[in-house]
């Protein structure tokens, strides 16, 4: 199969796309990869498989590729005889960040009539949005970590017992968040957050408290990750995730009991299943007191979580034979036919 790796966008996760998109080089080994770039100013670049590396990127050499125009039914590349079309068979979406997962790639991707891996425009939208996840979550039966929200022009005052974690609301990767641990932290905190985001969700900061991975997708049937139990500091920090973007080897399962991992995984599919279905997914659940609460949906996680996954790039194929399909709406004009033929014009 041949697969389109689409990565970079204007966005803070800017970065960890083209690391996520190098790594699928490593576990895409039977596939055949064509690598579209977007770049900072939302052009598109045809990007040679083998000459891909980060300082392609860094150094600005990759404006000396070929750029591409998005049209109907692809991408294409324009030169003295016309244009040529791109030649893949899907794209995967791996813009982490604004542009790849709050709905505007989704939105041209079917606009154009392209075939693609990645949540659609109204999962894209509730998903990047951490207050409407909230929403999403509650809405099918899933309990989350309790929150409340600012926004930059109101009083700041929060209601819930320190220590707490802020959080900007349309961001991932631990951009511009904090751990406020007394009341007069909050304001540095808020600061941080308000540079990248209008809106933050203040969550309580819960010491210790157990967290697991899920990953997976619906095809002809669910394809679920093992259950991975992240070893790391009281929260990872961007540096953290930037190296962790880079996993391409799987990790063992995490040591749970079987109630718990049924738990976990059938609010993975209430939060999944249909709104997400095309897309390759993975929700962070905690646990607390035998409780399983949703803390976050990523929707284009870094390196897909490949690592997750037995056969991954199996899955990748099974998931672009079982894409969504948007309805074939047929318009005959009958409507303005039949108000010309009463006025007697038709």
Not at 211 to 228: D, F, K, M, P, R
Not at 301 to 322: C, H, I, Q, T, W
Request: hydrophobic residues 40%; proline residues 3%; glycine residues 6%.
């Amino acid at each position: 199969m041949n697969i389109a790796i689409l990565f970079g966008g204007s966005s803070f996760e800017h970065e960890i796309s083209i690391v996520s998109a190098i790594t699928m080089k490593k576990v895409l080994k039977k596939s055949t990869l064509t690598y579209i770039f977007v770049d900072s100013n939302r052009e598109f670049y045809f990007i040679d498989t083998k000459a891909i590396n980060a300082k392609l990127f860094s150094s600005g050499a990759y404006k000396k590729s070929k750029q591409l125009t998005l049209k109907k039914n692809g991408f294409f590349a324009d030169g003295m005889f016309g244009s040529k079309a791109v030649d893949f068979d899907v794209a995967l979406n791996l813009i982490h960040g604004r542009d790849g997962e709050d709905g505007k790639i989704a939105s041209m991707m079917e606009f154009f009539g392209i075939p693609f891996i990645s949540p659609r425009m109204e999962a894209s939208a509730l998903s990047y949005n951490k207050l409407y996840t909230k929403f999403l979550v509650q809405s099918v039966g899933v309990k989350t970590v309790a929150y409340e929200h600012l926004s930059k022009n109101d009083e700041r005052k929060i209601g819930m017992d320190y220590p707490v974690i802020i959080k900007p609301v349309r961001l991932g990767s631990s951009i511009g968040v904090s751990i406020v641990k007394e009341a007069s932290e909050l304001d540095y905190a808020l600061d941080v957050a308000f540079e990248f985001d209008t809106d933050v969700i203040v969550e309580p900061f819960i010491e210790g408290v157990k967290e697991y991975n899920q990953a997976g997708c619906y095809t002809n049937e669910w394809e679920l990750s093992i259950v991975e139990e992240p070893h790391k500091e009281a929260f990872l920090d961007f540096e953290k995730k930037y190296m962790d973007f880079s996993r391409d080897s799987q990790v063992l399962a995490a040591d749970i009991d079987d109630v718990i991992k049924s738990k976990i995984q059938e609010s993975f599919k209430k939060i999944y299943d249909p709104l997400f279905n095309g897309s390759i997914i993975r929700c962070d659940f905690f646990v607390v007191d035998g409780e399983v609460l949703l803390n976050e949906i990523n929707p284009i996680p870094g390196s897909m979580a490949n690592y997750l996954f037995e056969d991954f790039e199996g899955m990748v194929e099974r998931v672009a034979k079982n894409l969504p399909k948007e309805q074939n709406i047929t318009v005959d004009y009958q409507y303005i036919h039949s108000i010309q033929s009463a006025k007697g014009k038709a």
